[in-house]
């Protein structure tokens, strides 16, 4: 499955981040089979305010929300490009994540040394696109030369040596290719082959003080310095208590910073957009479930999702948008207001579809 790496300088909030993604994700793990509990790997539970209600529509017993992987890089340091700390590891780990999650720390605490001396969120965002675009470079110095030998009468490689050279240029300027790619022309698809670090998604968690959470001045600041990448602001170390805490007293800890939701669901959220996926729903006695689809996934695709097996056999799918469903109360009061669809293969799912699939094993 699709997963988030976490990166970021030493002592900015990683692990107290982390863990606080581990210990959140047990709970849920334990819900699905054939889960594994990889130490360096959290996962985290999309909120979708739609499951309670379909569950008591349907009357399930149990609720399976999506779900988001966020993977632990460690060893970010200044210099890792060229090897420095677990320079190599580094880049090889991270090189497997589909979208990368940057750290940075807001948080002013004196008893925390910051390896930089002070507290500054641009100078640490830069640091690490400079590392990654170092890398990228180093990939493309290595890779300019070999497409331009392909590429001498062959045209299908002429755009990837074309693309090669363009990114050359973004990177060297100091931008990183998710950022800049569009602008200098570039199709990122010409570059897959080359996996570069800053091509993919890039989102931002800002560990900020409790009492900067409901700053909003600060925050449009510091979402400034990264856009039009996503951010998100939490206070890693409340975080990290609101997962001991039974529902009602995490839900009071959060309101006395100002906040309706925990920093984990929001990061879940905005990781699962930034992947480029969105759910289907499907609702029984046994269950309700949030499937995880990419964007634009047509119903054979969706019904994959289940069992390859149901997308072989794909015959058709009997779609219900959520809010008809909520509306009418039930499945029967929905299929005799009319409103229950019948879909073919070519369908291309919409969020929030309610779903039934029709197949041949
Ligand atoms: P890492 O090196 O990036 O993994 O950082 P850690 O998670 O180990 O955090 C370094 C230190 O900062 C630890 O002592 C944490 O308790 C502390 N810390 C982490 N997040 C926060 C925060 O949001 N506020 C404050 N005050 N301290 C934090």
Request: aromatic share 6%.
């Amino acid at each position: 499955s699709l997963s988030i790496g976490i990166v970021g300088l030493p002592n900015v909030g990683k692990s107290t981040l982390f863990n606080a993604l581990t210990r959140s994700g047990n709970a849920l793990a334990a819900n699905y089979p054939f889960a594994t509990i990889d130490p360096n790997v959290g996962v985290v539970g999309v909120p979708d305010d739609r499951l309670p209600k379909l569950a008591e529509i349907h009357g399930s017993a149990k609720i399976l929300p999506a779900k988001v992987e966020f993977v632990d890089i460690a060893g970010l340091v200044r210099g890792a490009s060229e090897g420095q700390g677990r320079g190599n590891q580094f880049l090889a780990n991270i090189r497997e994540t589909d979208a990368i999650c940057q750290v940075i720390r807001v948080f002013s605490d004196p008893d925390v040394t910051h390896v930089d001396g002070d507290i500054s969120p641009q100078r640490d965002i830069e640091t690490i696109n400079t590392e990654l675009i170092l890398a990228d470079l180093q990939t493309l110095e290595k890779a300019v030369p070999r497409l331009a030998k392909e590429s001498k009468g062959n045209k299908d490689r002429k755009s990837a040596l074309d693309a090669a050279e363009a990114a050359v240029k973004v990177l060297d300027a100091g931008t990183t290719l998710y950022a800049g790619a569009k602008a200098a022309g570039i199709d990122l698809d010409d570059l897959r082959e080359l996996h570069l670090l800053t091509a993919k998604p890039f989102l931002y968690v800002f560990n900020l003080d409790a009492d900067e959470l409901v700053d909003e001045g600060l925050k449009a600041r510091l979402a400034g310095l990264v856009a039009p990448a996503e951010a998100v602001f939490m206070d890693a170390k409340i975080e990290s208590e609101l997962v001991e805490l039974p529902e009602d007293e995490a839900l009071e800890l959060l309101q006395s910073v100002g906040q309706e939701e925990s920093g984990l669901s929001q990061l879940a959220r905005v990781g699962f957009d930034t992947l480029g996926l969105q759910t289907y729903l499907t609702a029984g006695p046994k269950e309700t479930r949030a499937w995880t689809i990419r964007k634009g996934a047509t119903a054979p695709e969706a019904a994959g999702a289940i069992h390859t097996d149901f997308q072989r056999g794909f015959i058709k799918a009997e779609v219900v948008s959520f809010d008809d469903l909520v509306e009418a109360g039930s499945i029967a009061a929905v299929r005799s207001a009319g409103k229950a669809r019948i879909e073919g293969k070519d369908y291309v799912m919409q969020d929030g579809d309610v779903v039934e699939f029709r197949f041949n094993v």
